[in-house]
């Protein structure tokens, strides 16, 4: 468990045990980030804190979609931001806060065993960044919660961006003509599509969050319920970039997918015409072939004959085919 103390444009770590005393000082604020969960931490969060026993088992646990709980004298929020893992799966990497007027503390959900534990604090580690260059002075909780969602939209534009680089590709690919393995590609072109709904959905839902915490002015008005309203825009930009990406794969998909279902429409068509057009020499041979063709005994006119009347059959059929369009 990480204790930080903003004050005066300074960043200064502490021990947990100093968190009683932070708690109480007017003149900063107070971060609490913890990586992994431990005894400490829920010892922490419930005892000094006095958090709500359903949010605190909420951080230790693992969330499907984002949240906010309102309480007393803080919120209780839950967000997900996405990581790209193997065979097209999206992992969501959930960050909990609890957020207060003079203090935020941060839980890193569990993550997949997949997962590089270093992908769940991108954002701690960007608004870090930002602290100690002095590029960003929060005076209350709510200004450092909107850093750190400002680093996760981030996190999400940089991940859109990504996948709209596949799509152009793919897109190109298709275009061109040049596919490789029909399978592989069409595998390709539905992880892409794939992440494309996963980070639209995951933006949607956030918006719902901050859409509601806008409606009831949590962070308070003025400058507060401008932080909230930039966060709605953001995650609806997000909606939009990712879902005008989606459509344009899918149309790229459905491209790819009607050229190919004509192609092999053509080459049924074409392999139709030719079982018809050896027909009358397969029904023929089949007649005649043992009563024409015999050890010592062939009746090589009948041979001409037949094999004339064949030929003359599949033409006819052959020319017949091709007024029809078919060949």
């Known amino acids: 468990m990480d204790v930080r103390f903003i004050s005066d444009g300074t960043v200064r770590s502490c021990a947990p045990t100093d968190l009683p005393a932070l708690l109480d000082r007017p003149d900063g604020l107070v971060w609490v980030d913890v990586p992994t969960w431990d005894d400490q931490a829920a010892d922490t969060l419930t005892t000094l804190f006095g958090f709500h026993p359903l949010a605190v088992q909420d951080s230790m646990n693992r969330n499907q979609v984002p949240k906010v709980h309102r309480y007393a004298d803080h919120f209780f929020v839950v967000l997900h931001a996405p990581q790209s893992g193997a065979h097209g799966h999206v992992h969501y990497v959930e960050l ?20 590089d534990p270093s992908t769940a604090m991108v954002e701690v580690n960007a608004v870090l960044g930002r602290l100690e260059s002095g590029r960003l002075r929060p005076g209350t909780g709510f200004e450092l919660s909107f850093a750190l969602l400002a680093a996760l939209t981030a996190r999400m534009r940089a991940y859109t961006a990504e996948l709209t680089k596949d799509v152009w590709k793919l897109e190109q690919q298709v275009t061109a003509g040049h596919l490789g393995d029909p399978e592989t590609f069409l595998d390709e072109m539905f992880r892409v599509r794939h992440g494309l709904l996963t980070v639209g959905t995951m933006a949607a839902l956030s918006r719902e969050v901050y859409d509601r915490m806008a409606t009831i002015e ?12 930039d966060a709605v825009d953001q995650f609806q930009h997000l909606i ?21 279902n004509t192609k ?22 089949s007649v005649f072939g043992m009563n024409v063709i015999v050890n010592e005994r062939t009746q090589w006119g009948w041979v001409v004959v037949i094999l004339l009347v064949m030929l003359g059959m599949s033409g006819a059929l052959l020319i017949w085919a091709q007024r029809k369009g078919w060949f």
Do not use: C, W
Request: aromatic letters at 8%; zero cysteines.
């Open 218 to 229: 949590a962070f308070g008005a003025g400058r507060g319920q401008e932080l909230l309203l």
């Open 96 to 115: 909990d806060q609890f957020i207060g007027g003079r203090y935020l503390v941060t839980v890193h959900g569990p993550l997949n065993p997949a997962v």
């Open 264 to 285: 092999m429409m053509i080459a049924a068509e074409r392999l139709a015409v030719i079982a018809a057009v050896t027909l009358p020499i397969t029904a023929l041979s």
């Open 240 to 260: 939009v970039m990712a879902g005008g990406q989606k459509d344009y794969l899918q149309g790229t998909i459905e491209f790819y997918q009607a050229r190919t």
